[in-house]
């Protein structure tokens, strides 16, 4: 290893996306580099990247039929980058942590735990220790560590965890977790900066829209509650992810259509949420430019929004009130259009959506009379992987 080791390496495996940053720990915490491979799997699979040491962008679309590839791809652009020479540790987001509510350094124990749980998020938990393994089997030396995006829940009540199954399942650990844990966490400390004191430490609703999408109840900067469960498949609709069902549906599928487990898991995880909907596309950008030509992108479009509506007065009942209402993830941060409909009619809990500041992406952009402050606040989960 050099000499020059000055940084931590953050990956950030998402569920159609690998993101990845390179800190100076010697400089705050500054990001040097940072970068994406995008929309894996498809044949617009691009490498982003933005490179201050250099003054250099890249974007490039790149050949990777699936996770494997890319994350090979990604260990072979950063070597070329010499990137593994300077670095002191990587931090690695782990979606599903179950008992782990701090970060931890990676073990072969530890991957093997993560393994015998990976069933209950195969959308993200096989790629994410995939990648584990690779980078122990070409960097032995470099220190890995695991964040676990189930930690900022932690701290939900009893009433929140608990499912309503048989109790023996809690106490084996079938319980509500929540994810997104991170991002939470960020524009929780980001929010404190942004917002008047008494508000960003009171009632907030905080909405992670992206192609997985969640949204957490918050009172004095800790989870009260959140929309995803067990999985990371439950909760509003998502992408491809079906998010909460009637039970009966699973039964109702065994039963007529003699479908199997994995058929199951994979329609309900893959080919649901705004996929299925409207059977042309997961991303969002596209079905708001079919909007007006495709009656099925419109539906895709307003059960999207319609939930998410849904979940923020669930959440206003039980955090007694609302006083911020925070959008970030890809979509929360970028369609202007979204966050439009989520707040149409929900003037009666003191939203008020500044239309103008909305289409301009501004910070702030609720009206100066709305009781309720709406932020859109850009996330940032790997400057927290780096900095725990």
């Known amino acids: 290893m050099?000499?020059?080791?000055?940084?931590?390496?953050?990956?950030?495996?998402?569920?159609?996306?690998?993101?990845?940053?390179?800190?100076?720990?010697?400089?705050?915490?500054?990001?040097?580099?940072?970068?994406?491979?995008?929309?894996?799997?498809?044949?617009?699979?691009?490498?982003?990247?933005?490179?201050?040491?250099?003054?250099?962008?890249?974007?490039?679309?790149v050949t990777a039929s699936g996770f494997e590839d890319a994350e090979i791809l990604l260990l072979d652009w950063l070597e070329k980058q010499d990137i593994f020479n300077m670095v002191t540790a990587i931090g690695h987001r782990v979606v599903h942590g179950m008992k782990h509510i701090m970060p931890e350094r990676i073990t072969t124990e530890l991957i093997a735990e993560l393994k015998s749980i990976s069933a209950y998020d195969p959308e993200h938990l096989p790629a994410e220790i995939r990648l584990m393994e690779?980078?122990?089997?070409?960097?032995?030396?470099?220190?890995?560590?695991?964040?676990?995006?189930?930690?900022f829940h932690a701290s939900m009540p009893l009433v929140a965890k608990m499912l309503t199954a048989p109790r023996r399942y809690y106490d084996m650990g079938i319980r509500r977790y929540g994810f997104h844990g991170l991002s939470?966490?960020?524009?929780?400390?980001?929010?404190?900066?942004?917002?008047?004191?008494?508000?960003?430490?009171?009632?907030?609703?905080?909405a992670h829209l992206g192609s997985g999408a969640s949204l957490a109840a918050v009172q004095d900067g800790k989870s009260v509650d959140t929309t995803m469960g067990f999985t990371p498949g439950s909760g509003i609709p998502m992408s491809t992810r079906m998010g909460d069902m009637d039970p009966g549906f699973g039964w109702y599928l065994m039963q007529f259509e003699k479908i199997t487990a994995a058929q199951f898991s994979d329609m309900v995880n893959n080919k649901s949420g705004l996929l299925g909907i409207s059977e042309t596309t997961a991303d969002m950008r596209e079905l708001l430019d079919h909007e007006q030509s495709d009656p099925r992108a419109g539906d895709?479009?307003?059960?999207?929004?319609?939930?998410?509506?849904?979940?923020?007065?669930?959440?206003?009942?039980?955090?007694?009130?609302?006083?911020?209402?925070?959008?970030?993830?890809?979509?929360?941060?970028?369609?202007?259009?979204?966050?439009?409909?989520?707040?149409?009619?929900?003037?009666?809990?003191?939203?008020?959506?500044?239309?103008?500041k909305n289409m301009n992406n501004e910070g702030i952009i609720s009206t100066p009379e709305s009781r309720v402050t709406i932020h859109v606040i850009k996330t940032n989960e790997e400057l927290m992987i780096a900095r725990l």
């Open 2 to 61: 050099s000499t020059t080791q000055t940084g931590v390496l953050t990956i950030n495996s998402g569920s159609t996306s690998i993101k990845f940053a390179f800190f100076d720990i010697r400089n705050a915490y500054a990001r040097l580099l940072h970068g994406s491979i995008d929309r894996i799997g498809t044949k617009n699979t691009t490498l982003t990247v933005s490179d201050k040491r250099t003054k250099t962008k890249i974007q490039q679309v």
């Open 184 to 206: 939470y966490e960020y524009l929780v400390e980001a929010l404190r900066h942004t917002a008047k004191p008494e508000k960003a430490a009171a009632k907030v609703v905080l």
């Open 134 to 151: 690779l980078v122990q089997s070409r960097y032995p030396g470099v220190i890995q560590v695991a964040c676990f995006d189930t930690s």
């Open 300 to 356: 895709a479009i307003r059960s999207f929004c319609y939930h998410i509506k849904k979940s923020i007065g669930a959440f206003a009942a039980v955090l007694g009130g609302l006083d911020c209402l925070v959008f970030s993830g890809g979509i929360g941060e970028h369609e202007p259009a979204i966050r439009s409909k989520v707040c149409e009619d929900l003037g009666f809990l003191g939203i008020e959506l500044d239309e103008i």
